[in-house]
Nanobody, 123 residues
Framework: QVQLVESGGGLVQAGGSLRLSCAAS????????MAWFRQAPGKEREFVTA????????YYADSVKGRFTMSRDNAKNTVYLQMNSLKPEDTAAYYC????????????????WGQGTQVTVSS
């Protein structure tokens, strides 16, 4: 079992930045690929980015490529999502997830999920 807790969400103006964190506990964190998804009201959960268990490779959705950066610190059991040049369409609840495969964009392939943190970008 892996427990995931996200933090760092909030309200920011368009063009601004936020950094999300996801702290993991439980089973060996470094065995898992990690990902961020987001979900806006009335929409399906959307893949944002994933990172390999070692941190040596990342994969991004086209909508965030060049603006978002995912990283991980296995010593701290934490993954991060640095979000720059935020746009109103980035507004959503952001979730981190842990899974065995990489890179995977299908949320059904992930085994563990956090409770989410809200990001709101005002225009």
């Amino acid at each position: 079992q892996v427990q995931l807790v996200e933090s760092g969400g909030g309200l920011v103006q368009a063009g601004g930045s936020l950094r999300l964190s996801c702290a993991a506990s439980g089973r060996t964190f470094s065995n898992y690929a990690m990902a961020w998804f987001r979900q806006a009201p009335g929409k399906e959960r959307e893949f944002v980015t994933a990172i390999k268990w070692s941190g040596s490779s990342t994969y991004y959705a086209d909508s965030v490529k060049g603006r978002f950066t995912m990283s991980r610190d296995n010593a701290k059991n934490t993954v991060y999502l640095q979000m720059n040049s935020l746009k109103p369409e980035d507004t959503a609840a952001y979730y981190c997830a842990a899974g065995r495969l990489y890179p995977v964009t299908d949320p059904r392939q992930y085994d563990y999920w956090g409770q989410g943190t809200q990001v709101t970008v005002s225009s």
